[in-house]
């Protein structure tokens, strides 16, 4: 059984850090995009930044470039999402998300994503 599962989320004050960890199991997603999502209460979910299965290719959201970074370790089938300089338009509930197959480049809509982990709340006070 396929599953993500993410940790690490809490609550920060403004201008903190926070470093969420997406662990995979049930396959290998070395070969996978993974990505991060976020959805605050009454907004659609969107994406924050993707990943290539190499590392080679990342996507960030303009609204977190400079402030978050996404990277992953194969070896551990772990993704991980370090999030620095805290708004509290962060807060959000963040999803962790793996393509089905190898993707060079990571896509940016949630339907290029068959995975999904349940979520961690992440939020950030003024």
């Known amino acids: 059984q396929v599953q993500l599962v993410e940790s690490g989320g809490g609550l920060v004050q403004a201008g903190g850090s926070l470093r969420l960890s997406c662990a995979a199991s049930?396959?290998?997603?070395?070969?996978?995009?993974m990505a991060w999502f976020r959805q605050a209460p009454g907004k659609e979910r969107e994406v924050v930044a993707a990943?290539?299965?190499?590392?080679?290719?990342?996507y960030y959201a303009d609204s977190v470039k400079g402030r978050f970074t996404i990277s992953r370790d194969n070896a551990k089938n772990m993704v991980y999402l370090q999030m620095n300089s805290l708004e509290p338009e962060d807060t959000a509930v963040y999803f962790c998300?793996?393509?089905?197959?190898?993707?060079?480049?990571?896509?940016?809509?949630?339907?290029?994503?068959?995975?999904w982990g349940q979520g961690t709340q992440v939020t950030v006070s003024s």
């Open positions: 049930g396959r290998t997603f070395s070969s996978s995009a």
């Open positions: 998300a793996a393509t089905m197959s190898q993707t060079l480049v990571p896509g940016t809509r949630e339907g290029n994503y068959a995975y």
């Open positions: 990943i290539s299965w190499g590392s080679l290719n990342l």
